[in-house]
């Protein structure tokens, strides 16, 4: 029999799988036209099977079934078709055993061989990981793309900061489907919806309010208590432990390719995925693992990425992605030699060139680190002032000075975020938030020949504030020769705890006194060209993205605008405090 298969699909819909609890969940299947058993590919996300999103993974269902494959899309608990209730943290906790025993009932099909892959990016690529840890043995692949980690490195928080926008957009977003549920009445219902997308469509504003433990759309809809509980509870990680894959992977025996973007909002949990799973996964197979980085967004995998249009060789669906994971599955669930072990592990887009490379590790083992210092004369306050980046260790030099007002904070513009449409995601040009004068701009001169940058890219800034606690955010930017700043990553380190990563508990700041802040500013590939500049903004804030740090020291949420505290931040360049942001440089052959 040939393995494309030429005849018409069977199609069912809502097909029922009951769990151990009782809870019903449904799936729609979609399988060759032909007698026969097919190993089965499962896709199981909250967002509607019956109208997947084209950007999750194996889009192109034919495509799969055409290949010889039975495809199963299922909702999961308490989404659309599905019973029960869904709440991220009580749901999460149930999602390995649903999919456990979802991936259990395909292997038994009477048209299925036994063996099951799984795809799917985001909340699905966390469905993946969950059903993984119980081990499956049906179980054979799986393609993880644009997937946390860390749920406080990226999803909850980032160096300490609540990723406001992004959990208020899609959590009143992901409640739209249960307001059936939750009123029987026809009138109450539509009431409910009605106020829900006035909230959603008013979440610009919205944010703006303080304090932030009566952020107005939770209070009124009461449908996301569990941002609120955030807020209280800090970066507990027992409360979010069902979320995160930390110290999890020796369990993992299942291949993954992971699939990432360099303006994703997963980004760094992909590769940590990648880079345990190379290093600690529970069996060979799993030591086998891939990661695929192109120049994409979280939710738009084409060749434009904001402003920036990176070619169409970029593009998801030219750069063949569904015919990527095909082969993954070819090899591991079917059992054919694709070649694909023999392939290097990493590929990547590198920006600026804009090409595709292949290499066999990550970070690459060629890769120079080197420290471009921050320089002035004390003014480098905007893109108009005397900041200066170079290799050039700093001697004495007067230290640069910013106000920080968290009622007037620097905008998000851009970036590795998913956020209300007022807030594209993706490369913008930074001019106007470095006309600011509350950003330090340090840029090099005209580069002279190419310097690429790929992989993980950190800050060391020496700096003191007024205030007991404050935030510093810090963005690597490739201006080019009409002075377009094109923003390539960025990150965050809130004060209190600016040794989280040395599980140390937070603390609060001595006013005044120079502490040393490492801010992760994840990874990145490009090239900056011959007559372009590097340049690093140094700021206090990126809002709504990140909440703002009303300084004052207090528990967070609990400060009403009139309770905010203005910084007078001072960042430090001299021999005693070299700040620096360390670049991964690759030679250029």
Same mark, same amino acid.
């Given at each position: 029999?040939?393995?494309?298969?030429?005849?018409?699909?069977?199609?069912?819909?809502?097909?029922? @799988?009951?769990?151990?609890?009782?809870?019903?969940? %449904? $799936?729609?299947?979609?399988?060759?036209?032909?007698?026969?058993?097919?190993?089965? #590919?499962?896709?199981?996300?909250?967002?509607?099977?019956?109208?997947?999103?084209?950007?999750?993974?194996?889009?192109?269902?034919?495509?799969?079934?055409r290949?010889?494959?039975?495809?199963i899309?299922?909702?999961?608990?308490?989404?659309?078709?599905?019973?029960?209730?869904?709440?991220?943290?009580?749901?999460s906790?149930?999602?390995?055993?649903d999919t456990?025993?979802?991936?259990?009932?395909?292997?038994?099909l009477?048209?299925?061989n036994?063996?099951?892959?799984?795809?799917?990016?985001?909340?699905?690529?966390?469905?993946?990981?969950?059903?993984?840890l119980?081990?499956?043995?049906?179980?054979?692949a799986?393609t993880?793309?644009?997937?946390?980690?860390?749920?406080?490195?990226?999803?909850?928080? %980032?160096?300490?900061?609540?990723?406001?926008?992004?959990?208020?957009?899609?959590? #009143?977003?992901?409640?739209?489907?249960?307001?059936s549920? %939750?009123?029987?009445?026809?009138?109450e219902?539509a009431?409910?919806?009605?106020?829900?997308v006035?909230?959603?469509?008013?979440?610009?504003?919205?944010?703006?309010?303080?304090?932030?433990?009566?952020?107005?759309?939770?209070?009124?809809?009461? @449908?996301?208590?569990?941002?609120l509980?955030?807020?209280?509870?800090?970066?507990?990680?027992?409360?979010?432990?069902?979320?995160?894959?930390?110290?999890k992977?020796?369990?993992?025996?299942?291949p993954?390719?992971?699939?990432?973007?360099?303006?994703?909002?997963?980004?760094?949990?992909?590769?940590?995925?990648?880079?345990?799973?190379?290093n600690?996964?529970g069996?060979?197979?799993?030591?086998q693992?891939?990661?695929?980085?192109?120049?994409?967004?979280?939710?738009?995998?084409?060749?434009?990425?904001?402003?920036?249009?990176?070619?169409? $060789?970029?593009?998801?669906?030219?750069?063949?992605? @569904?015919?990527?994971?095909?082969?993954?599955?070819?090899h591991?669930?079917?059992?054919?030699?694709?070649?694909?072990?023999n392939?290097?592990?990493?590929?990547?887009?590198?920006?600026?060139?804009?090409?595709?490379?292949?290499?066999?590790?990550?970070?690459?083992? %060629?890769?120079?680190y080197?420290?471009?210092?921050?320089?002035?004369q004390g003014?480098?306050?905007?893109?108009?002032?005397?900041?200066? #980046?170079?290799?050039?260790m700093?001697?004495?030099?007067?230290?640069?000075?910013?106000?920080?007002?968290?009622?007037?904070?620097?905008?998000?513009?851009?970036?590795?975020?998913?956020?209300p449409?007022?807030?594209?995601?993706?490369?913008?040009?930074?001019?106007?938030?470095?006309?600011r004068?509350?950003? #330090?701009?340090?840029?090099?001169?005209?580069?002279?020949n190419?310097?690429?940058?790929?992989?993980? @890219?950190?800050?060391?800034?020496?700096?003191?504030?007024?205030?007991?606690?404050?935030?510093?955010?810090?963005?690597l930017?490739?201006?080019?020769?009409?002075?377009?700043?094109?923003?390539?990553?960025?990150?965050?380190?809130?004060?209190?705890?600016?040794?989280? $990563?040395?599980?140390?508990a937070?603390?609060?700041?001595?006013?005044?006194?120079?502490?040393?802040?490492?801010?992760?500013l994840?990874?990145t590939s490009?090239?900056?060209?011959?007559?372009?500049?590097?340049?690093?903004?140094?700021?206090?804030?990126?809002?709504?993205?990140?909440?703002?740090?009303p300084?004052?020291?207090?528990?967070?949420?609990?400060?009403?605008?009139?309770?905010v505290?203005?910084?007078?931040?001072?960042?430090?360049?001299?021999?005693?405090?070299?700040?620096?942001i360390?670049?991964?440089?690759?030679?250029?052959r």
């Open positions: 029999m040939s393995e494309q298969l030429e005849n018409q699909m069977i199609a069912e819909f809502d097909v029922p @799988v009951e769990m151990r609890d009782g809870i019903v969940l %449904r $799936a729609n299947i979609y399988r060759p036209n032909q007698e026969g058993k097919w190993p089965v #590919l499962l896709h199981r996300h909250p967002y509607n099977k019956d109208t997947p999103p084209i950007s999750f993974g194996l889009y192109d269902i034919s495509r799969a079934v290949q010889g494959y039975v495809v899309v299922q909702d999961t608990r308490g989404r659309f078709a599905s019973e029960g209730e869904w709440e991220l943290i009580s749901t906790k149930q999602e390995a055993s456990f025993e979802t991936i259990q009932w395909a292997s038994t009477p048209y299925s036994g063996k099951v892959g799984m795809f799917g990016e985001s909340y699905s690529a966390f469905v993946q990981w969950a059903g993984m119980k081990n499956p043995r049906v179980l054979k799986a993880p793309s644009f997937s946390w980690s860390d749920p406080f490195d990226g999803f909850m928080y %980032r160096g300490g900061a609540l990723e406001l926008g992004f959990l208020s957009y899609w959590q #009143l977003g992901m409640y739209l489907d249960t307001l549920r %939750r009123y029987a009445d026809e009138q219902r009431d409910a919806l009605a106020q829900l006035s909230d959603i469509d008013q979440l610009k504003t919205e944010m703006k309010t303080l304090p932030l433990k009566q952020f107005a759309p939770f209070a009124r809809n009461k @449908v996301a208590p569990f941002i509980e955030h807020v209280e509870r800090g970066m507990d990680q027992d409360y979010v432990d069902a979320l995160s894959l930390k110290g992977y020796d369990k993992f025996t299942v993954a390719l992971n699939i990432a973007g360099w303006y994703d909002i997963f980004l760094q949990g992909t590769i940590e995925n990648f880079l345990k799973m190379r600690k996964g069996s060979p197979e799993a030591r693992s891939k990661l695929v980085i192109g120049p994409w967004m979280h939710l738009d995998h084409s060749h434009q990425a904001g402003e920036i249009n990176f070619g169409l $060789a970029a593009n998801y669906a030219v750069a063949d992605m @569904v015919g990527l994971q095909l082969r993954w599955f070819d591991f669930v079917k059992g054919k030699d694709t070649g694909m072990i392939e290097a592990p990493v590929k990547i887009f590198v920006m600026g060139e804009n090409v595709w490379r292949d290499e066999y590790e990550w970070p690459l083992a %060629r890769t120079n080197t420290s471009y210092y921050l320089h002035s003014h480098a306050n905007t893109l108009h002032g005397d900041g200066v #980046l170079s290799t050039i700093p001697d004495q030099e007067p230290a640069d000075h910013y106000t920080y007002d968290p009622l007037n904070p620097v905008i998000t513009k851009g970036g590795a975020i998913m956020m449409p007022d807030f594209s995601s993706g490369a913008f040009d930074q001019r106007e938030i470095e006309s004068n509350d950003v #330090l701009v340090y840029t090099t001169p005209v580069l002279e190419d310097v690429e940058v790929t992989g993980p @890219v950190k800050v060391k800034l020496w700096a003191s504030s007024s205030a007991v606690d404050t935030d510093f955010v810090a963005r930017v490739d201006v080019h020769p009409d002075g377009y700043a094109q923003n390539l990553t960025d990150g965050i380190i809130r004060a209190r705890y600016r040794n989280a $990563a040395k599980g140390e937070p603390s609060l700041i001595e006013p005044g006194k120079a502490y040393l802040y490492e801010i992760d994840w990874s490009n090239v900056f060209k011959k007559g372009h500049r590097i340049r690093l903004d140094i700021t206090s804030s990126n809002f709504p993205r990140w909440d703002r740090n300084n004052t020291g207090r528990q967070f949420g609990e400060d009403r605008a009139e309770d505290v203005i910084a007078r931040q001072t960042v430090f360049h001299d021999a005693e405090h070299p700040s620096c360390i670049l991964p440089i690759i030679p250029r």
